[in-house]
């Protein structure tokens, strides 16, 4: 699987100090039945979804696609980090056309305030600089998502502007290899 022909995906697995971030697998699906179904990663997310729903409709592989990469510690997965082309139609671009690569993250409860996150993100911000050189990569987050705002700030994203969306104050910023170095 490729993004336009180009970049060949799932990339060889990255290592972090404490991390690998892979393509997904079948092992994973149960984690990330979790993920969709947990209150609290579903907060600023649209809420979590009812878990006999995800167990019904989730694929033997769940996540295989371009721009979802595993995120594992000590051999079991404990949150993803994606890459999607943001919508051209809603609020938020750096770019006239829009379709910028915005970055995403989830990660399961116990796996949350150890700097995993900021680990992981790097790590991928890292991979996209290399397969993408000078393409910016924008983040959108609730303003009440403090944890999210930090982290935001810790990988080098820079305001941009905010908006109302979904019923909330959005923060949206941008990220380039460019003029960003993230920091794990």
């Given amino acids: 699987m490729t993004e336009r022909g180009s970049v060949p995906w799932p990339p060889a697995p990255i290592a972090t100090g404490r991390l690998v971030l892979r393509g997904a697998e079948a092992r994973d699906r149960a984690v990330f039945v979790e993920l969709f179904a947990s209150p609290e990663v579903g907060t600023y997310v649209g809420g979590a979804r009812p878990r006999d729903e995800l167990e019904r409709a989730m694929p033997e592989v769940p996540g295989r696609r371009f721009g979802l990469?595993?995120?594992?510690?000590?051999?079991?997965?404990?949150?993803?980090?994606?890459?999607?082309?943001?919508?051209?139609?809603?609020?938020?671009?750096?770019?006239?056309?829009?379709?910028?690569?915005?970055?995403g993250y989830m990660f399961l409860p116990q796996a949350w305030g150890r700097g995993y996150g900021a680990e992981a993100c790097a790590a991928a911000l890292g991979w996209f600089a290399g397969t993408h050189p000078g393409e910016p990569v924008v983040l959108g987050t609730q303003t009440a998502n403090q944890r999210a705002m930090r982290l935001a700030a810790k990988l080098g994203f820079r305001e941009v502007e905010r908006f109302e969306e979904y019923g909330a104050e959005q923060w949206f910023g941008v990220w380039s290899s460019v003029t960003s170095a993230p920091s794990a």
């Fill in 69 to 103: 990469f595993v995120v594992e510690a000590d051999g079991a997965m404990i949150g993803m980090v994606t890459f999607d082309r943001r919508d051209a139609e809603r609020p938020g671009r750096v770019r006239a056309e829009g379709g910028e690569a915005e970055l």
